[in-house]
T-cell receptor, first 115, second 118 residues
Framework: ETGVTQTPRHLVMGMTNKKSLKCEQH?????MYWYKQSAKKPLELMFV???????ENNSVPSRFSPECPNSSHLFLHLHTLQPEDSALYLC??????????????FGSGTQLSVL | AQKITQTQPGMFVQEKEAVTLDCTYD???????LFWYKQPSSGEMIFLIY??????QNATEGRYSLNFQKARKSANLVISASQLGDSAMYFC???????????????FGKGTHLIIQP
């Protein structure tokens, strides 16, 4: 398997549930990202990990908790979400973070619905 | 102020015609990168083309070319000989130099929904 893989593809959860999104990259990259894509809005950067250390948070609510156990895996732990958190969550990776020609490779995303 | 502006929410184009998707950007940095991504209904963001701010020639990748006009801060995507499979959302993005202590990713526009008609 190559590229960036995200699971699950679809997730429906209640506001009191706890769930996790998983991302795995098979590209040998050094940085991984979580983006949120809501309808009619630009992609919003949520979290960045470079060499397994979190380097940006961008003021994301604490009900979203990222985890990067190694350079190939990234998780987004979700708890007590709100309906407005329903969106497509995209994971991405890059080889050389922080440079102007930094190309991001994306997964297919997890479509999250919060009821 | 928006850093990336895509003024065309949607476009309908006849198959085999060329199409231009507009993108303007705002930055005070001299060194930056500009990107175009395609997002089909499957959700995955697919990299199409990259242009560096110091590149003197317009970038080309197969049927894709980037019309880079630095003074106007414009980076339009041109798709030649459009195909039905080109129907998708298209996003323009920019990477500026990082000003802090780590990486901070790409800034995206709102996108253009391109529909190719047979």
């Amino acid at each position: 398997e190559t590229g960036v893989t995200q699971t699950p593809r679809h997730l429906v959860m209640g506001m009191t549930n706890k769930k996790s999104l998983k991302c795995e990259q098979h590209l040998g990259h050094n940085a991984m990202y979580w983006y949120k894509q809501s309808a009619k809005k630009p992609l919003e950067l949520m979290f960045v990990y470079s060499l397994e250390e979190r380097v940006e948070n961008n003021s994301v609510p604490s009900r979203f908790s990222p985890e990067c156990p190694n350079s190939s895996h990234l998780f987004l732990h979700l708890h007590t979400l709100q309906p407005e958190d329903s969106a497509l969550y995209l994971c991405a990776s890059s080889q050389v973070p922080g440079t102007p020609n930094e190309k991001l490779f994306f997964g297919s995303g997890t479509q999250l619905s919060v009821l | 102020a928006q850093k990336i502006t895509q003024t065309q929410p949607g476009m309908f184009v006849q198959e085999k015609e060329a199409v231009t998707l507009d993108c303007t950007y705002d930055t005070s940095d001299q060194s930056y990168g500009l990107f175009w991504y395609k997002q089909p209904s499957s959700g995955e963001m697919i990299f199409l083309i990259y242009q560096g701010s110091y590149d003197e020639q317009n970038a080309t990748e197969g049927r894709y070319s980037l019309n880079f006009q630095k003074a106007r801060k414009s980076a339009n995507l041109v798709i030649s000989a459009s195909q039905l499979g080109d129907s998708a959302m298209y996003f323009c993005a920019m990477r500026e130099p990082y000003s802090g202590g780590g990486a901070d990713g790409l800034t995206f526009g709102k996108g253009t929904h391109l529909i190719i008609q047979p």
